[in-house]
T-cell receptor
Framework: GAVVSQHPSRVICKSGTSVKIECRSL??????MFWYRQFPKQSLMLMAT?????????EQGVEKDKFLINHASLTLSTLTVTSAHPEDSSFYIC????????????????FGPGTRLTVT | KNQVEQSPQSLIILEGKNCTLQ??????????LRWYKQDTGRGPVSLTI?????NTKSNGRYTATLDADTKQSSLHITASQLSDSASYIC????????????FGTGTRLTVIP
Protein backbone atom coordinates (compact mmCIF):
# COMPACT_ATOMS: atom_id res chain seq x y z
CA GLY A 1 0.00 0.00 0.00
CA ALA A 2 0.81 3.74 0.12
CA VAL A 3 2.00 4.10 -3.46
CA VAL A 4 2.62 7.46 -5.10
CA SER A 5 2.92 7.73 -8.86
CA GLN A 6 4.18 10.51 -11.08
CA HIS A 7 3.56 11.17 -14.73
CA PRO A 8 5.44 11.55 -16.91
CA SER A 9 8.63 9.89 -15.73
CA ARG A 10 10.67 11.80 -18.28
CA VAL A 11 9.91 14.86 -20.38
CA ILE A 12 11.94 16.89 -22.82
CA CYS A 13 10.58 20.26 -23.85
CA LYS A 14 11.72 23.32 -25.67
CA SER A 15 12.61 26.52 -23.90
CA GLY A 16 9.57 28.73 -23.42
CA THR A 17 6.99 25.98 -23.29
CA SER A 18 5.07 24.78 -20.25
CA VAL A 19 5.15 21.31 -18.75
CA LYS A 20 2.69 19.69 -16.37
CA ILE A 21 3.70 16.94 -13.95
CA GLU A 22 1.09 14.87 -12.14
CA CYS A 23 1.43 13.31 -8.73
CA ARG A 24 -1.13 10.75 -7.59
CA SER A 25 -1.62 8.80 -4.40
CA LEU A 26 -2.89 5.49 -5.69
CA UNK A 27 -4.28 3.73 -2.63
CA UNK A 28 -4.68 6.38 0.02
CA UNK A 29 -5.92 9.91 0.49
CA UNK A 30 -3.36 12.64 0.93
CA UNK A 31 -4.40 15.95 2.45
CA UNK A 32 -0.91 17.29 1.97
CA MET A 33 1.47 16.82 -0.93
CA PHE A 34 4.96 18.18 -1.28
CA TRP A 35 7.00 19.06 -4.34
CA TYR A 36 10.77 18.75 -4.33
CA ARG A 37 13.51 19.46 -6.82
CA GLN A 38 16.79 17.59 -6.91
CA PHE A 39 19.88 18.57 -8.87
CA PRO A 40 22.61 16.01 -9.63
CA LYS A 41 24.47 14.78 -6.57
CA GLN A 42 22.46 17.07 -4.32
CA SER A 43 19.75 16.37 -1.83
CA LEU A 44 16.06 17.06 -2.28
CA MET A 45 15.02 20.68 -1.91
CA LEU A 46 11.46 21.46 -0.93
CA MET A 47 9.75 23.76 -3.41
CA ALA A 48 6.21 23.95 -2.07
CA THR A 49 3.64 22.35 0.18
CA UNK A 50 0.22 21.72 -1.26
CA UNK A 51 -2.96 21.19 0.74
CA UNK A 52 -6.09 19.89 -0.93
CA UNK A 53 -8.49 22.68 -1.76
CA UNK A 54 -6.22 25.55 -0.78
CA UNK A 55 -3.34 27.52 -2.22
CA UNK A 56 0.13 26.05 -2.08
CA UNK A 57 2.79 27.41 0.25
CA UNK A 58 6.04 28.10 -1.55
CA GLU A 59 9.52 28.02 -0.07
CA GLN A 60 11.63 31.13 -0.17
CA GLY A 61 13.17 31.68 -3.58
CA VAL A 62 10.62 29.56 -5.47
CA GLU A 63 8.55 31.61 -7.92
CA LYS A 64 4.89 30.76 -7.48
CA ASP A 65 3.99 32.21 -10.87
CA LYS A 66 6.52 29.98 -12.56
CA PHE A 67 5.77 26.77 -10.68
CA LEU A 68 2.00 26.48 -10.57
CA ILE A 69 0.64 23.92 -8.15
CA ASN A 70 -2.89 22.60 -8.10
CA HIS A 71 -4.16 20.15 -5.50
CA ALA A 72 -7.70 19.66 -6.64
CA SER A 73 -8.42 16.35 -4.94
CA LEU A 74 -7.16 14.14 -2.15
CA THR A 75 -5.34 11.94 -4.64
CA LEU A 76 -3.97 14.35 -7.24
CA SER A 77 -1.59 17.29 -7.27
CA THR A 78 -0.09 18.85 -10.37
CA LEU A 79 3.01 20.97 -10.87
CA THR A 80 3.17 23.10 -13.99
CA VAL A 81 6.50 24.60 -14.95
CA THR A 82 5.58 27.63 -17.03
CA SER A 83 7.85 29.11 -19.69
CA ALA A 84 10.50 26.55 -18.90
CA HIS A 85 14.16 27.41 -19.34
CA PRO A 86 17.25 25.17 -19.40
CA GLU A 87 18.03 26.05 -15.79
CA ASP A 88 14.70 24.45 -14.83
CA SER A 89 16.07 21.09 -15.97
CA SER A 90 16.05 18.92 -12.88
CA PHE A 91 14.54 15.90 -11.19
CA TYR A 92 11.16 16.76 -9.69
CA ILE A 93 9.80 14.55 -6.91
CA CYS A 94 6.50 14.71 -5.12
CA UNK A 95 5.55 13.16 -1.83
CA UNK A 96 2.27 12.66 -0.06
CA UNK A 97 1.37 12.50 3.58
CA UNK A 98 -1.15 9.76 4.18
CA UNK A 99 -4.49 10.49 5.76
CA UNK A 100 -5.54 7.46 7.77
CA UNK A 101 -3.36 5.02 5.83
CA UNK A 102 -3.95 2.18 8.23
CA UNK A 103 -0.98 0.80 10.08
CA UNK A 104 1.45 3.36 8.73
CA UNK A 105 3.49 5.71 10.82
CA UNK A 106 1.63 9.00 11.33
CA UNK A 107 4.61 11.04 10.18
CA UNK A 108 5.28 9.00 7.10
CA UNK A 109 5.60 10.61 3.72
CA UNK A 110 5.57 8.54 0.59
CA PHE A 111 7.63 9.68 -2.35
CA GLY A 112 6.85 9.36 -6.00
CA PRO A 113 9.37 7.94 -8.47
CA GLY A 114 10.28 11.36 -9.81
CA THR A 115 10.07 13.15 -13.14
CA ARG A 116 13.19 14.01 -15.11
CA LEU A 117 12.66 17.34 -16.88
CA THR A 118 15.06 18.41 -19.59
CA VAL A 119 14.57 21.80 -21.20
CA THR A 120 16.44 22.32 -24.47
CA LYS B 1 20.75 26.32 12.38
CA ASN B 2 18.92 23.13 11.46
CA GLN B 3 21.32 20.81 9.68
CA VAL B 4 21.69 17.14 8.87
CA GLU B 5 25.14 15.85 8.08
CA GLN B 6 25.96 12.42 6.76
CA SER B 7 29.17 10.49 6.51
CA PRO B 8 30.86 9.14 4.63
CA GLN B 9 29.93 10.95 1.43
CA SER B 10 30.55 7.78 -0.53
CA LEU B 11 31.47 4.21 0.27
CA ILE B 12 32.51 1.18 -1.74
CA ILE B 13 32.22 -2.27 -0.19
CA LEU B 14 32.43 -5.86 -1.32
CA GLU B 15 29.28 -7.88 -1.72
CA GLY B 16 28.46 -9.75 1.45
CA LYS B 17 30.19 -7.29 3.77
CA ASN B 18 28.50 -5.14 6.37
CA CYS B 19 28.64 -1.36 6.56
CA THR B 20 27.45 1.48 8.75
CA LEU B 21 26.39 4.92 7.64
CA GLN B 22 26.33 7.87 10.01
CA UNK B 23 23.99 10.82 10.45
CA UNK B 24 24.44 13.75 12.82
CA UNK B 25 21.79 16.41 13.17
CA UNK B 26 21.22 19.74 14.85
CA UNK B 27 17.48 19.93 14.23
CA UNK B 28 15.07 21.26 16.82
CA UNK B 29 12.43 20.64 18.02
CA UNK B 30 13.07 17.05 17.03
CA UNK B 31 10.15 14.92 15.96
CA UNK B 32 11.40 11.96 13.98
CA LEU B 33 14.30 10.61 11.97
CA ARG B 34 13.99 8.66 8.76
CA TRP B 35 16.32 6.77 6.51
CA TYR B 36 15.53 6.55 2.84
CA LYS B 37 17.11 4.60 0.00
CA GLN B 38 17.23 6.37 -3.33
CA ASP B 39 18.23 4.54 -6.48
CA THR B 40 19.63 6.67 -9.29
CA GLY B 41 16.83 8.41 -11.16
CA ARG B 42 14.17 7.21 -8.72
CA GLY B 43 12.33 8.68 -5.77
CA PRO B 44 13.35 7.91 -2.18
CA VAL B 45 11.95 4.80 -0.56
CA SER B 46 11.47 4.69 3.20
CA LEU B 47 13.58 2.21 5.14
CA THR B 48 12.91 3.20 8.74
CA ILE B 49 11.33 5.98 10.72
CA UNK B 50 11.97 6.56 14.41
CA UNK B 51 10.56 8.97 16.95
CA UNK B 52 12.23 10.32 20.08
CA UNK B 53 11.42 7.28 22.19
CA UNK B 54 12.73 4.71 19.72
CA ASN B 55 16.44 3.92 19.65
CA THR B 56 16.54 1.11 17.15
CA LYS B 57 14.45 -0.15 14.28
CA SER B 58 15.06 -2.89 11.77
CA ASN B 59 13.80 -3.52 8.28
CA GLY B 60 15.24 -6.74 6.96
CA ARG B 61 18.99 -6.31 6.56
CA TYR B 62 18.75 -2.64 7.49
CA THR B 63 19.00 -1.60 11.14
CA ALA B 64 18.80 2.03 12.19
CA THR B 65 19.78 3.38 15.58
CA LEU B 66 18.98 6.71 17.16
CA ASP B 67 20.62 8.48 20.07
CA ALA B 68 18.47 11.55 20.67
CA ASP B 69 20.81 12.78 23.40
CA THR B 70 23.85 13.01 21.14
CA LYS B 71 21.71 13.66 18.07
CA GLN B 72 23.22 10.84 16.12
CA SER B 73 21.82 8.04 14.03
CA SER B 74 23.33 5.18 12.12
CA LEU B 75 22.14 2.82 9.45
CA HIS B 76 23.72 -0.61 9.47
CA ILE B 77 23.46 -2.80 6.40
CA THR B 78 24.14 -6.48 6.91
CA ALA B 79 25.38 -8.91 4.25
CA SER B 80 25.31 -6.32 1.50
CA GLN B 81 23.95 -7.16 -1.92
CA LEU B 82 24.61 -5.58 -5.29
CA SER B 83 21.09 -4.15 -5.20
CA ASP B 84 22.01 -2.16 -2.11
CA SER B 85 23.97 0.21 -4.35
CA ALA B 86 22.13 3.50 -3.96
CA SER B 87 22.14 6.76 -2.07
CA TYR B 88 21.00 6.59 1.54
CA ILE B 89 19.45 9.75 2.86
CA CYS B 90 18.95 10.70 6.48
CA UNK B 91 15.97 12.99 7.02
CA UNK B 92 14.98 14.66 10.27
CA UNK B 93 11.52 16.03 10.93
CA UNK B 94 10.56 18.79 13.34
CA UNK B 95 7.40 19.08 15.38
CA UNK B 96 6.39 22.43 13.94
CA UNK B 97 5.01 23.34 10.54
CA UNK B 98 3.32 21.39 7.80
CA UNK B 99 6.43 19.70 6.48
CA UNK B 100 9.73 20.83 7.91
CA UNK B 101 11.84 17.89 6.90
CA UNK B 102 15.55 18.46 6.83
CA PHE B 103 17.47 16.34 4.38
CA GLY B 104 21.03 15.15 4.56
CA THR B 105 23.05 15.10 1.36
CA GLY B 106 23.20 11.33 1.43
CA THR B 107 25.82 8.62 1.36
CA ARG B 108 26.45 7.04 -2.01
CA LEU B 109 26.97 3.31 -1.45
CA THR B 110 28.43 1.10 -4.15
CA VAL B 111 28.51 -2.64 -3.62
CA ILE B 112 30.92 -4.48 -5.89
CA PRO B 113 31.09 -8.20 -6.60
Amino acid sequence: GAVVSQHPSRVICKSGTSVKIECRSLDFQATTMFWYRQFPKQSLMLMATSNEGSKATYEQGVEKDKFLINHASLTLSTLTVTSAHPEDSSFYICSARALGAGGNHPYEQYFGPGTRLTVT
Amino acid sequence: KNQVEQSPQSLIILEGKNCTLQCNYTVSPFSNLRWYKQDTGRGPVSLTIMTFSENTKSNGRYTATLDADTKQSSLHITASQLSDSASYICVVGVRTGANNLFFGTGTRLTVIP
